[in-house]
């Protein structure tokens, strides 16, 4: 198959690690790995977003700040990485694809001519929390071709859409995440867990939750860690990590990976965690629903339910061998299903499918 010619389209520089832009480099990255030629385009405006600052000013300022390329993820050099005004066929060069992620942009690419690429969009959570959903929802009809990182968001789709989206799974990096420290070796009460301000990450129950785990379990210890500055009064038995670079030595050193979230798309942490070992406790969300499997690869607990999460957790610092089982059917089912390999090759098919199998 012959090299292509690929756009990536993203909402807005990125200043801080976020998850869906870690994916989408991360396939900017593989995709220019398999020598295709890669640009990335960082909208100033998006489409139904109002700002009371002109986009001149806004893209000037974003120019002075050097942020075109991420600082916290090692992009490829041989991937061009932009900070435009808009996207727009007068700012977007020619190509055989583009592709972008979050549904304001998905609009802007539905307009492009047709020889800015075959048109792409890969939905990466359902985004109706800042409102909008009837927007949101007819995102789904654009004429793009629509891709979907989780099985939940397949099914969503579909329903708004009446057809059936691709289904290209997160994958995690089994080189960086994988176990170094066998899961026995570990003490039972040792948890990681992400800290996180934003509402729907479910911070402040997780945090109840382990006040109330520290109740039964005296020798709990607890390592966060986040983009966030480190949150006053943590107790003792609460570590902090402010954007570890150090990450999969964090999960190796601890049993248990929790996670409170009340809504994800396909939620990274959880699963790096697997892959390092960790037994996982999470809530009942299609974002963790992929890999999250009851009493195989990981414990559920309905979101919101404080005491639910403690029990689950208790169970697994009490109960060691169902701890160790949990540990090794989630990196098992990590490693066999979630390649970086397998989820560029069907991205790459989707694309040379669109242009007749060239």
Known sequence: MRSLTINVILPFPVTKPVGGA???YEYANRLAGNGHQVSIFHA?????????????????IYLLRGVARPKWFPLDKRIKSMIVPSITD????????????????TYA?????PSKGK????????EIWKGMDEKVHASYSLPVNHLVIARYLQQLVADHSGVQPVHIPNAIEGKKFFVQTPPQQRANASLIMLYSEEPRKGTPNGMAALKLVKQDQPALQVTLFGVYPRPQDLPEWISYHYRPGNLAELYNQAA???????????ALPPAEAMACGCAVVCTNIGGHLDY????????LAEPGNVKEMAEKINSLINDHPLRLQLAKGGSTLISSRFSWEASVQKL???????LGGQ
Do not use: H
């Not at 690419?109 to 001519?113: F, T």
């Not at 048109?119 to 359902?126: A, C, P, R, S, T």
């Not at 790459?348 to 669109?354: N, T």
């Open 22 to 24: 870690k994916i989408m």
């Open 44 to 60: 100033v405006k998006r489409p139904f977003k109002k700002s009371s600052t002109p986009v001149w000013v806004k893209w000037v």
């Open 90 to 105: 007068k700012y977007i060069p020619d190509a055989d694809i583009v592709i972008s992620t979050w549904w304001q942009m």
């Open 109 to 113: 690419v539905s307009e492009l001519s």
């Open 119 to 126: 048109k792409f969009n890969l939905i990466q959570d359902y």
């Open 256 to 266: 248990i990976f929790f996670s409170p979230s009340l809504g994800e798309g396909w």
């Open 292 to 299: 999250a499997i009851e009493n195989e690869t990981a414990l």
């Open 348 to 354: 790459e098919d989707c694309f040379y499918k669109s």
